[in-house]
């Protein structure tokens, strides 16, 4: 059983449960959405979280909750390349909307794994086509390299646990460790090169994104 949330249903969730190999979906009010945790025999675990913004997608599967989330916020602070002589400024880099996948274990809180992606902003579904994430500390399956960094629930504010998340992301600064040459259309040959072509740039240029051919539901 899923659930998902999308902006077209403000007040409510979308419920997807498979049986018999045979989809179902059902809206219903968030309300109802809470209540049917906390009355259910099978549950032993409450679920009264402060949702974060954008989300697109939550659900609670045994000891853990996935959730995901869009961000978009075009044009990020100073950007800095390990100790780069342009440190001092940083680069003013261009971000495409980003779709951010969270994996928390309820129990240990704690944020067990980070994916993000890049997705076109014009693609409003429940299931974006997902794109290479275009810079650097990202695996090629998406996942996030965040170092030494843990990252806990803070009480029942899932909303600002995944913020946290999300700002440490764009904060950190950037190395070649995990660079790709092909995670853009660019095909620079370093992370430094990419940064220095795309330095002071508005908008990302979606038309550079590089397709993965998966979409959320292929992920999660």
């Known amino acids: ?14 419920m997807r449960e498979c049986s018999n190999g045979k ?26 979280y402060w949702m974060p913004k954008n989300c697109l997608k939550l659900s609670c599967v045994g000891d853990e909750l996935h959730v995901v989330v869009t961000s978009d916020i075009k044009t990020s602070p100073a950007t800095f390349y390990e100790r780069s002589t342009r440190e ?3 680069y003013i880099l261009p971000y495409p909307k980003l779709l951010f996948y969270f994996r928390y274990n309820v129990r240990s809180s704690l944020l067990m794994q980070t994916k993000v992606f890049a ?10 086509d997902l794109y290479v994430f275009p810079y650097s ?12 960094n843990v990252f806990e629930f803070k009480n029942e504010r899932l ?17 070649g460790d995990l660079y790709n040459m092909a995670a853009t259309a660019f095909l620079c040959k370093s992370t430094k090169s990419l ?11 979606e038309d550079k994104l590089v397709p993965l051919n998966q979409q959320l539901t292929d992920i999660i």
């Open 119 to 128: 997705i076109k902003r014009d693609d409003n579904s429940i299931n974006p």
């Open 137 to 148: 500390n990202v695996y090629d399956s998406g996942s996030v390299c965040f170092g030494r």
């Open 23 to 48: 989809l179902k979906e059902k809206i219903i009010s968030i309300d109802d959405f809470i209540r049917s945790f906390i009355n259910s025999s099978k549950a032993d675990l409450t679920v009264n």
């Open 195 to 205: 940064f220095k072509k795309l330095d002071g740039k508005k908008i990302f240029p």
């Open 1 to 14: 059983m899923s659930f998902s949330f999308t902006d077209e249903i403000p007040d409510g969730l979308i």
């Open 88 to 90: 001092e400024f940083g």
């Open 159 to 175: 909303d600002l646990s995944v913020q946290e998340a999300i700002e440490m992301f764009y904060a950190t600064p950037y190395n």
